[in-house]
């Protein structure tokens, strides 16, 4: 291809784990990884919502002449003539301990548990504090029920361990509109079993005030 | 907590409706009221166009709000480095036990709340406990229980 | 406002032109009385809770009933914290400069009758040497004070902060005006290029090129630019930044309106952290009299520049001191950082180029305007220029406040000027950095304190917190208690860091029991590998590093409890054991009246027995016990 036409198209051509690879500014490393057929794991990834960087299960290495660092592959920018590496032993340490973190996290979660079974992880050294949990506060059902359906019934409360998913006050919110956006994105399972908590009794709803 | 609380028209009179004044009308209210109801909390949100969900996150997240009624006095145990090098850690475990509360929490009788802070940059005087505006400093639990005593006579 | 302020207040109006400053400053300076006695009472956070203000009063009525001639009223004023904290409350003496220490109201009608009067010091309130137990009379000659160079807080605890004019009179908003008069935004942002000043938050970026890089963000994106003041000092044991926005805000603010200039800013933010404040009052005045008098709104000093400063006050967080984070709370949501692929200083605020510097970064930028960035360049070493202001704190005879220049050794540091742990031994260890940063130990003493030297021995300058160890501080125990804190502190946002350093600390605490293998302690090196790669913001990424430089320095005390199931410094609670010296102990009940589990028994005025199979360990004997006669095994 000439110079002239990469700038036309504004294509950018780096490699990744050693293949040479093309793709238009703005994708992400993500993006371009999977439009060539790599695998790179992902959880709290969706390609209808704006990505927010949260499970680091799509890390990979960048290289950039003496320059190495672990990035997000889902938000890092593409760049001529860098060089990833999706499965590098800086990649591979991050992505087994995440995995073996999350076994005790939500150790009711089969699609976790066969994730980590992929990446060779069966068991984890760590506490789980509840055997039921599923959910691993990707926040996929926040995004969507803010992002795409727009109404914000749910949001993030409370910060580090603590934190969860929730309703304003713990009491089903109002603004939901039952559209069950939450369920179908939710990468694990755990949004089934709460969606009562968040819609309530629907039958009691009057039908005003709820998407704003 | 103020013995006269404004009312809380009276705080979102304070600042513009954006929502960028979410957090010190939350900080106001908290600082008036010594909690956010979800009344307030309703308030705000109309007033600054800010979803009920986000002021939630927001009052959940950051240490310095409560949705729930806090005690008549405060009692803040600092943890800051120098504290805990100097027993900070274990005054903070007496006071458990003496109130019968884990820290962040409020007395049954809403007298006190017993939190413990990271840090409040006064070093020099560690460990340092602060009794509502009272900094005792260098101090010890026999001291601070008798700290609380007095108060609680009052 | 003070005495003098009200009583000199001058009928200013509005600054219209930089000359209209100078002649002010002038004027100010003109009508200074040389020879007025002027008492200066230290109202820092540690003076004021050790009584400052009942000194004061009783100075005031001291001087009243004493019935000074009225001419020479002597004036108290009420300043900013002089940094040597653990000898609060100090009153100095002006002119003379003598220096009083641990005052109490007391001793007030001596002060005045001695002093003003006789024209003598009270010798007992003098600073007596720690090593030659000779009295000094002068601050200056104090070991504390004589090897530092104090310019970022030389005028802290000098002037009234809550007064304008006394700032001025010492010299303030001179840079503004030499900015606004003779030197183009270019001109600023060379002079800070040149300087070689780095940011004093953390990380040490080079402050010039950060402001190069905005500018250049804003000429390809017309719009608002945005200046922000990170007070969000947050590392435990600092207190650097509060100390400079207590008792020298218009520094700040000076410094905020400058590299506003030097951008193309028109409105700016100094965000501060909730647990401050008296700093968030002074500030608060600082804006209005600075807005009164025309330094800060519109067309400032007459040079057609516009700029206003807002305050936002923190709410709690510490990960509100990382940038992403600090945005996210000023722009009213809860502080989650996002990453960081594309710099703030091109999109921060509102998306928007965005230039955040810490207070003690912007409160050297009107020196550096003033004096010349050669001048600066001088100063330290030449990676790392110009002084730093570090915190002394923990096991340290000094405990307070200090600026010395770049590339001090750590010793110096710690035994010149701080005195040397306090009791017969040395320092065992220093944290600097705060959480982020890591442990040295005492062998490491000659390491020169800048930027680069600390970051190669796996430490960090951070805001230039300086916590001292002694014998008797486990490396475990300090390593659990900063990943403790910083588990706290996590957003939660992203994996490797909300459970990465739970599960970091699940190992740590089995070390703590004694438990656990070596082949653990390299597995916890391998997680906290993981946990630097993987974590979305710096509070993730350099949570390690506390633990990280533990073992590389003090792999011996892991390896002790361990193997052995001993905790060398006799602090972990399960393999230590509390037992009472018979020797020691006078049978005075205090323990057995503290014990809340009742397992210590007695008779009156003979030694104590302490059970241990009951004893929980604590340590409300040891605190209640006058003798000494509680010990740990």
């Known amino acids: 291809m000439s110079k002239n036409s990469i700038k036309e198209k504004n294509i950018i051509g780096f490699t990744i784990n050693g293949q040479a690879v093309e793709a238009e500014e703005g994708w992400t490393v993500l993006e371009t990884a999977r439009y060539n057929g790599f695998h790179i794991p992902t959880l709290c990834y969706h390609e209808a919502i704006e990505p927010s960087g949260a499970c680091r299960l799509c890390v990979v290495e960048v290289r950039e002449g003496d320059w190495s660092k672990v990035v997000i592959s889902c938000m890092y920018p593409v760049k001529e003539g860098i060089e990833i590496l999706t499965d590098s032993p800086r990649v591979h340490n991050v992505r087994r301990w995440v995995l073996e973190m999350l076994l005790a996290e939500c150790p009711a979660s089969k699609e976790i548990q ?44 409370s910060r580090g361990t603590s934190k969860e998913i929730a309703t304003p006050y713990k009491v089903p919110s109002t603004a939901c509109v039952a559209c069950g956006s939450c369920v179908t994105v939710c990468p694990t399972g755990a949004m089934q079993a709460r969606l009562d908590q968040v819609r309530g009794d629907i039958s009691q709803r009057t039908g005003h005030g709820h998407a704003h | 907590m103020k013995e006269q609380a404004e009312t809380i028209d009276e705080i979102l009179d304070r600042y513009p409706g954006e929502p960028r004044y979410l957090i010190s009308l939350l900080q106001d209210i908290q600082a008036e009221h010594g909690y956010i109801s979800r009344e307030a909390m309703t308030l705000v949100c109309g007033h600054t166009g800010v979803p009920l969900s986000r002021a939630w996150a927001a009052s959940t997240f950051y240490k310095s709000f409560s949705v729930e009624p806090r005690g008549e006095h405060t009692i803040k145990v600092c943890l800051g480095t120098a504290c805990h090098l100097k027993g900070g850690t274990r005054l903070a475990e007496g006071l458990e036990r003496e109130l019968g509360v884990k820290s962040g929490c409020t007395t049954k009788d809403l007298r006190f709340s017993l939190d413990t802070v990271n840090c409040l940059g006064a070093c020099a005087l560690a460990p340092v406990v602060v009794l509502d505006e009272e ?17 609680d006579a009052e | 406002m003070t005495q003098q302020s009200t009583a000199e207040k001058l009928d200013q109006s509005r600054l219209n032109s930089t000359q209209d400053l100078l002649s002010l400053t002038e004027s100010i300076r003109g009508r200074r009385d040389e020879k007025r006695p002027v008492i200066i009472v230290c109202h820092g956070t540690g003076c004021l809770a050790n009584g400052s203000p009942n000194v004061a009063e009783a100075l005031r009525q001291a001087i009243k009933e004493a019935g000074i001639a009225a001419k020479v009223v002597p004036q108290i004023k009420t300043t900013g914290c002089h940094g040597f904290c653990s000898r609060g409350p100090l009153v100095i003496m002006q002119p003379a400069g003598i220096f009083y220490q641990r005052v109490q109201p007391d001793d007030a009608q001596e002060i005045i009758q001695a002093t003003l009067v006789e024209g003598r010091p009270v010798e007992r309130l003098l600073y007596e040497d720690t090593k030659t137990g000779e009295r000094i009379i002068h601050d200056y000659e104090i070991p504390f004070y004589k090897h530092q160079q104090r310019i970022v807080l030389k005028n802290i605890g000098k002037i009234d902060p809550t007064d304008i004019y006394d700032t001025i009179g010492a010299g303030g908003y001179l840079a503004l005006a030499k900015v606004l008069s003779r030197m183009s935004p270019a001109d600023v942002v060379s002079a800070i290029e040149t300087s070689g000043l780095r940011g004093r938050g953390g990380a040490g970026f080079p402050t010039g090129r950060k402001w190069a890089s905005a500018v250049a963000a804003s000429k390809k994106r017309p719009g608002p630019v945005y200046v922000v003041v990170n007070g969000d000092e947050g590392d435990p044991g600092a207190f650097m930044d509060r100390t400079v926005m207590e008792g020298d805000p218009h520094a700040v603010l000076e410094g905020l309106i400058i590299g506003a200039y030097a951008v193309g800013s028109n409105q700016g933010f100094m965000y501060v952290r909730a647990e401050y404040p008296l700093a968030i009052k002074h500030l608060n005045i600082a804006i209005e009299q600075a807005r009164e008098l025309g330094l800060l709104g519109k067309n400032i000093l007459g040079s057609g520049f516009d700029f206003d400063v807002e305050i936002a006050r923190g709410a709690g967080a510490f990960v509100c001191g990382e940038s992403t984070a600090l945005f996210t709370s000023i722009e009213g949501r809860a502080g989650e950082p996002r990453p960081k692929y594309i710099r703030s200083v091109e999109e921060g605020l509102w998306g928007r180029p965005t230039v955040l510097n810490n207070v003690e970064t912007w409160a050297n930028v ?22 730093k202001v570090f915190s002394l704190v923990g096991k340290i005879a000094n405990v307070g406040l200090v600026e010395v220049p770049m590339g001090i050794p750590l010793n110096r540091l710690i035994e010149e000027i701080g005195g040397g742990t ?5 320092f065992k260890a220093v944290q600097t950095g ?63 860091c909300r459970l990465g350093l739970k599960a970091m600390l699940e190992f740590l605490n089995r070390f703590a029991r004694g438990e656990g293998s070596l082949e653990d302690l390299a597995e916890l090196e391998n997680l906290a590998k993981a ?52 020797e020691k102990c006078t049978g005075c009940g205090a323990c057995a009246r503290s014990c809340p589990q009742g397992c210590i028994t007695g008779e009156k005025k003979k030694p104590h027995n302490l059970d241990p199979a009951q004893c929980i360990r604590c340590g409300m004997c040891l605190d209640s016990c006058k003798f000494s006669a509680v010990v740990v095994r």
Not at chain 1, 120 to 128: D, E, H, I, P, T
């Open chain 3, 434 to 496: 705060g959480p982020s940063g890591g442990c040295l130990p005492y062998e490491l003493g000659d390491v020169p304190v800048d930027f680069d030297s600390l970051t190669k021995a796996g430490s960090m300058m951070g805001s230039g917190g300086m916590i001292v160890m002694d014998e008797h501080d486990c490396v475990v125990d300090v390593a659990r208690y900063f990943l403790r804190f910083l588990e706290e502190e996590s957003c939660g946002k992203c994996l490797p």
């Open chain 2, 135 to 151: 900094y005792l400093p260098n101090t010890n639990s026999k001291k601070v229980k008798q700290s609380i005593k007095r108060l």
């Open chain 3, 422 to 426: 306090p009791g017969a031994g040395r």
């Open chain 3, 366 to 387: 009107p020196l550096i305007i003033e004096r010349g960035a050669d001048w600066y360049k001088n100063i330290g070493v030449p990676h790392s220029t110009g002084t």
């Open chain 1, 114 to 157: 066969a994730l980590a079974a992929e990446y060779g992880v069966s068991s984890s050294r760590f506490a789980s504090v509840d055997k039921e949990n599923q959910c691993m506060l990707c926040g996929l059902c926040v995004r969507v029920c803010n992002e795409i359906v727009g109404v914000n019934a749910i949001s993030f409360a």
């Open chain 3, 531 to 582: 946990v630097q790669d993987g974590s979305l913001c710096a509070l993730g990424g350099s949570a390690p590093n506390p633990v990280l430089t533990t073992i590389r320095y003090f792999r011996d005390e892991y390896e002790a409890h361990i193997k052995e199931k001993r905790c060398p410094a006799g602090v972990c609670k399960d393999l230590i054991s509390y037992i009472i010296d018979p």
